[in-house]
């Protein structure tokens, strides 16, 4: 036999208060209007590359430079970027690539 107290539970009090949360807002490229605009954009992207793969072959190797330096500075934001401070007070590191 247990010791428990057993309180009762007002089950409709807690339906109502789940009611009055607003839900979780949703990134629109995870909603179904997101996933049809990235499949439109990739069938796109297939037909521009391959009518057109002429004109990108020369300018490929360029493309691929553009992208080193773009990527150098968007990448930063992930990891805090250069510059900032360390909780310690010792100067920080050289960023090492």
Do not use: Y
């Amino acid at each position: 036999m247990s010791n428990h107290t057993h309180f009762p539970v007002d089950h409709e009090a807690e339906s109502r208060a789940d009611r009055g949360r607003d839900p979780k807002p949703t990134s629109f490229w995870s909603s179904r209007a997101g996933f049809a605009t990235i499949a439109f954009l990739a069938i796109g992207a297939f037909f521009l590359v391959s009518e057109h793969r002429a004109h990108l072959i020369p300018w490929l190797p360029w493309l691929i430079l553009l992208a080193c330096p773009l990527l150098h500075v968007f990448m930063h934001g992930g990891h805090g970027g250069h510059g900032g401070k360390s909780s310690d007070n010792r100067p920080n590191p050289p960023h090492q690539h």
